[in-house]
Structure formats: C-alpha cells, structure tokens
C-alpha cells in the first residue's frame, strides 16, 4: 500500500507545539528555533491545505482540524517510537559472535575487552577461539560463515590471519604483525647473559609450531639470517603446538621465543617480557576484520567494528610513537 504522508519532522512539530501550546517551548524541547517549528506546521498546513492553529497575539490555539489530528498524530508517533524500540530490542537479546585466533584473543583481545564493555554493557558479546581464522586452514575459512542465519539477531564476524583476499565480505585491515624475539628479564643477566644477538646461541630457542605449520609465522632461521648469528640448530629447543604455551614459556623465563610484536606489546610495557634486539622479522600476513555484507549495517555490528578499529588505530599509532 502506498502512503501519502507528509515530513515527519513536520508532524513531530505539530506534535509538540499543540501539547504546549507554543511554538517556543515545542521548540525547546525538538532542540530547534521556534523559527524552524513555525516553518514546519507552516509546511504541514499547506500539504494538508488547512490551518491547524489560531496565531493570536500572545496565545496559540488549535483549530477544530487541529484538535481532530492531534490524538491520532501522537498515536502514530508512538508506534514509530515502539517499533524502532522492538528492533533496537530483537538486536541487543541476538549474540554478536566473534571467531578469532587463540593468541590474538588471549593477548591483545582480552585485556581491552574491559573498555568495551564499559561503554557497551547490553551488547551479547560471544568470543570464540580458533586456530582455522588462521589462513592455510579451510574447517573454518570465511563461507563458512554463510551457516549463520542472517534472518536471526545473532551476528558472526571472523578476525582472520591472512592475506586479506576474502571476496564477497566486507574486509578491514587492523595491522600487520612483525615478529620479535622476546624473553623474560631474567634472562638478560643470566650465565651467560643475554646483552648482544650472538649471545642467543647460549639460550634456549622456544618455537611455536602453531604458525609455523601454517606457514603464517617466521621460523628462527630468518631472524638469526637477519641478525647476522650463524652455527645454531634451528630446530633445537622446546616445540609448542599452541602459541600460549610458547608464550607461558617464555614469560616463566624458559628460554627465547618468537612472538607477534602487537601481541607481547602489552606484557613488554608491563615489564614481563623483553625484547632485547631491535631485530625484526617481517609477515606478510596480517589481521583482518571480516564481515558479511548482509549484516554490515546492523547496529551491533557497526558498535564493535568502530571499536575495534579504533582499537587497532591506537596500536599502530602506539607503535610508530
């Protein structure tokens, strides 16, 4: 059925100029001018092609026609407001369902989820940990998320690490992940001490083969190749298959670890870690946030897709301080 109706923002107007009986104190209360509410009846009155108030001198009246529409304007107006309310209310009772790496979640996820839900406490938030957002394995690849049933309230949004090539999802890149060695403090003045990068010949190499059997993550070889360190077995030292475990060995000062920069960046402020060589390795995977298009606009969705990306803005901008 098609609805010939005229501004809403005229009704709103109307609305509230004949519940005060005043152009000024409607206008108070809309945050405009009593200027823009008398243009605004003006309006409604000629699409309706009839007054809906007597202007006398120090007094507003309504008309008969006036009087008539009022209680079915407020109606009406309360019916918009109910309706947006019920879906404002269907979006928060549906889960927000985020799927994302188990060390990106611990690490840097996690510790920040606090700012979150500070300024958003009735948002359904559901973190789900997986090593599949990493890219190289397919049991969780981004289709997968077509299973969500984009008819329901729940949202599901992946933080994948990867390549950033996932057509048909909205994608945003968060940032890049430069590996580092880290360690605990401890170790610096140990016997031997660790103070120059030959001296990591003397220490316990920590690997986590969480990334590296998906080829995500560099392996030792690159960064001694980059250090200038040669004659270490590569491959000697504890072998991880979860990057937590590497990472608890390396704060409980078991020996050296590889790590993500912008996931010990945190433990590294705080003095847990260490990262004792402005050594580097370079990834070409990064994190991406991604998205379904069918759900882009939905307000949970764009709640946290600003936060995050606010939250990955501050990391970069950290980093390059």
Same mark, same amino acid.
């Not at 406490?121 to 049991?139: A, C, E, K, W």
């Given at each position: 059925?098609?609805?010939?109706?005229?501004?809403?923002?005229?009704?709103?107007?109307?609305?509230?100029? =004949?519940?005060?009986?005043?152009?000024?104190?409607?206008?108070?209360?809309?945050?405009?001018?009593?200027?823009?509410?008398?243009?605004?009846?003006?309006?409604?009155?000629?699409?309706?092609?009839?007054?809906?108030?007597?202007?006398?001198?120090?007094?507003?009246?309504?008309?008969?026609?006036?009087?008539?529409?009022?209680?079915?304007?407020?109606?009406?107006?309360?019916?918009? =407001?109910?309706?947006?309310?019920?879906?404002?209310?269907?979006?928060?009772?549906?889960?927000?369902?985020?799927?994302?790496?188990?060390?990106?979640?611990?690490?840097?996820?996690?510790?920040?989820?606090?700012?979150?839900?500070?300024?958003?406490?009735?948002?359904?938030?559901?973190?789900?940990?997986?090593?599949?957002?990493?890219?190289?394995?397919?049991?969780?690849?981004?289709?997968?998320?077509?299973?969500?049933?984009?008819?329901?309230?729940?949202?599901?949004?992946?933080?994948?690490?990867?390549?950033?090539?996932?057509?048909?999802?909205?994608?945003?890149?968060?940032?890049?992940?430069?590996?580092?060695?880290?360690?605990?403090?401890?170790?610096?003045?140990?016997?031997?001490?660790?103070?120059?990068?030959?001296?990591?010949?003397?220490?316990?190499?920590?690997?986590?083969?969480?990334?590296?059997?998906?080829?995500?993550?560099?392996?030792?070889?690159?960064?001694?190749?980059? =250090?200038?360190?040669?004659?270490?077995?590569?491959?000697?030292?504890?072998?991880?298959?979860?990057?937590?475990?590497?990472?608890?060995?390396?704060?409980?000062?078991?020996?050296?670890?590889?790590?993500?920069?912008?996931?010990?960046?945190?433990?590294?402020?705080?003095?847990?870690?260490?990262?004792?060589?402005?050594? =580097?390795?370079?990834?070409?995977?990064?994190?991406?946030?991604?998205?379904?298009?069918?759900?882009?606009?939905?307000?949970?969705?764009?709640?946290?897709?600003?936060?995050?990306?606010?939250?990955?803005?501050?990391?970069?901008?950290?980093?390059?301080?």
């Amino acid at each position: 059925m098609t609805y010939r109706l005229p501004p809403l923002n005229a009704l709103r107007a109307f609305e509230a100029a =004949a519940r005060h009986l005043s152009f000024k104190n409607a206008a108070l209360e809309l945050s405009v001018t009593p200027t823009a509410v008398s243009h605004q009846i003006k309006q409604l009155e000629v699409f309706l092609g009839l007054e809906l108030f007597r202007r006398l001198t120090r007094a507003l009246e309504l008309t008969p026609q006036g009087e008539a529409m009022l209680p079915k304007v407020r109606e009406g107006l309360e019916c918009f =407001a109910a309706a947006v309310e019920s879906v404002h209310d269907r979006v928060n009772l549906g889960r927000l369902i985020v799927v994302l790496p188990p060390s990106f979640a611990t690490r840097w996820l996690v510790p920040r989820l606090r700012r979150f839900a500070t300024t958003e406490p009735t948002l359904n938030l559901h973190v789900i940990r997986s090593l599949s957002t990493i890219d190289g394995d397919q049991s969780l690849a981004p289709h997968a998320i077509e299973s969500v049933d984009l008819r329901e309230e729940d949202s599901m949004l992946v933080i994948r690490f990867g390549t950033g090539a996932y057509p048909g999802f909205h994608v945003d890149r968060m940032f890049g992940s430069d590996y580092i060695a880290v360690c605990s403090p401890k170790l610096l003045d140990s016997d031997p001490p660790l103070r120059v990068p030959d001296d990591i010949r003397h220490q316990v190499l920590l690997h986590d083969d969480a990334l590296a059997s998906e080829h995500a993550g560099p392996g030792w070889d690159e960064w001694l190749r980059l =250090a200038g360190v040669n004659g270490v077995d590569t491959h000697a030292g504890p072998h991880f298959s979860d990057s937590g475990l590497a990472y608890v060995a390396a704060l409980d000062g078991l020996g050296v670890a590889l790590a993500s920069k912008p996931l010990v960046a945190t433990a590294i402020a705080q003095g847990r870690l260490v990262s004792p060589f402005d050594i =580097a390795v370079g990834q070409h995977y990064a994190y991406y946030l991604v998205i379904p298009e069918a759900i882009t606009q939905r307000p949970a969705v764009l709640t946290f897709r600003q936060w995050l990306l606010d939250e990955a803005k501050a990391e970069v901008s950290g980093r390059l301080s």
